[in-house]
């Protein structure tokens, strides 16, 4: 197996360079693009990402960023990555216009990479919502839109929700696109809380959710090693995109997207 392993990080290694293709590695994904270096055409919107499952676990871009390429040019690919430097099974392509994805969606799924190895390719959820609850009864709609549009962007709409008379509130934001509301969950978890608890004393601080179907909230606790360095263990929450699918939770220590 580690021959094997070996192998397949030597031939990635060569297509990496021979190609000149640029990827990066963050929080357990290794992500091409985003936009790549030359793209032509605006930036897609929704219903432009599909989502790929049962991908063998020693295979890597070096055959599936050809592969989804050979639809038409994917604007951003993202294999989910382990620690031991196998993928998880699981990765995301995006293209521009949604009639591209859907051909992908029809050419590739149930596409054989390795013999009794056929992967799974559908339309991603592209979750675009995220709750903000146990907010101060006394927040104003007004004055928490003018403060997330100095933390973060792509808000599409704010409303706030009271729920059974209690005393605090939740505010539901959705946003114009998942990279930004992907994007906007990590800004809020680390800088919301003290923006928005300087009006009351002993505040509870804001707990970032994401609005998943049905109004079910997950919450997944884990540790993260980053650069040898062990941080404190933290409540986290459910990647907005469509993860959740291939049971998520059996990998807690790569929950960090």
């Keep these: 197996m580690e021959s094997i392993s070996s192998q397949r990080f030597q031939a990635l290694e060569k297509w990496l360079q021979t190609t000149k293709t640029k990827i990066t590695q963050v929080n357990g994904q290794r992500r091409y693009g985003g936009p790549p270096e030359v793209w032509i055409g605006p930036p897609p919107r929704s219903n432009c990402e599909v989502y790929i499952k049962d991908i063998p676990r020693d295979c890597y871009e070096d055959v599936l960023i050809p592969l989804f390429c050979s639809v038409g040019p994917l604007w951003e690919f993202r294999l989910m990555m382990n620690f031991s430097g196998q993928n998880r099974g699981f990765a995301y392509a995006k293209y521009g216009p949604p009639c591209v994805a859907k051909n992908a969606i029809q050419q590739l799924h149930g596409h054989m990479l390795k013999p009794a190895s056929q992967i799974h390719v559908s339309r991603s959820k ?132």
């Design 126 to 257: 592209e979750k675009r919502k995220l709750l903000i609850t146990d907010l101060p009864a006394f927040t104003q709609r007004d004055e928490l839109l003018q403060l997330l549009q100095r933390l973060i962007e792509g808000v599409e709409t704010l409303s706030m929700i009271s729920e059974n008379r209690r005393e605090d509130l939740t505010a539901q934001l959705v946003f114009s696109f998942h990279r930004a509301a992907s994007m906007a969950k990590r800004v809020l978890g680390e800088d919301i809380t003290e923006d928005l608890c300087t009006k009351k004393e002993e505040p509870q601080p804001p707990h970032i959710k994401e609005e998943m179907e049905h109004k079910e909230i997950h919450q997944i606790k884990e540790e993260e090693h980053l650069n040898g360095i062990k941080k404190a263990e933290e409540e986290l929450h459910p990647d907005i995109r469509e993860e959740d699918e291939e049971d998520i939770t059996k990998f807690p220590s790569m929950m960090s997207l």
